[in-house]
């Protein structure tokens, strides 16, 4: 039975995760939340769950308790490990490096954003470093962001979102850190950009409408860009890319559809 670990699963992108995942009988998932009894969402989900093959898990970043969990529920491996939590957007996510109103919010938000999406998911790998070696696939994933490749912000002239986006560079070169020691011990880190998902709050029209200039900028470079899609359209083509990576992809960053993820465009 593969297992499946997934974080930031309270909605959006990590749920989605949840749903297809478990949507196989035959897989073991853990749904991972910061803080569950907020989770409502994923909660309603697994109630009403025919398999019953999803464990919620309270935990953040190396939190022994749920590594302990894992390993009775799974007999001491984990086959692959998807680090979706993340921080995205806050009230100075439209701020460029030179527009913050002091030297000490930059700093405080830089260190926010470098805490949470990056340190956070070392810690979660380096905790379940021992359950991906015992399992079979040995696959862990980084959900990623065009905003963190340098090629896509100057081509796009995405300037802001600074703190999520040098945050998901920085989770970019982790990984790779982590797939030049274990490229030989068979253990997969993939990044992997998912495209522009509607998981904010709202309907898809208010959603689309938020996102719009974002859309805009990319088809200024590139016409033939997909625009907005949806979750479950995500998490199918990640899943599917993530079922058929070799060791010959470790290290990179890649968009869901196999492309160089500093070439989505």
Known sequence: MPSYLVTGTSRGLGLEFVKSLSSDPSNTVFAVARNLPNATQLLDFVAGHPHKNVHTLEADNDDRDAIKKVAEITG?????????????????????????????ILEED?????????????H??????????AGEKKKCIAISSPIGAPKFCVRVGASQGTGYGISKAALNLAMAKYAAKYKNEGLLFLSVTPGLVRTFPGTREEVEKRLSPNVARIRAVNP???????PE??????????????????GRVVHRDGRDGDEML
């Open 76 to 104: 001491g491996s984990l086959d692959v490990l998807i680090l979706n939590g993340a921080l995205m957007m806050h009230e100075r996510g439209v701020l460029n490096l030179d527009q913050f109103p002091s030297e000490d």
């Open 110 to 122: 830089l260190l926010r954003y470098f805490k949470t999406n990056v340190i956070g998911p070392i």
């Open 124 to 133: 979660t790998v380096n905790a379940f470093l021992p359950l991906l070696k």
């Open 224 to 230: 033939n860009f997909e625009g907005t899609i949806s």
């Open 233 to 250: 359209e995500s998490v199918r083509d990640i899943l599917a890319l993530i079922e058929k990576a070799t060791m010959a992809d470790t």
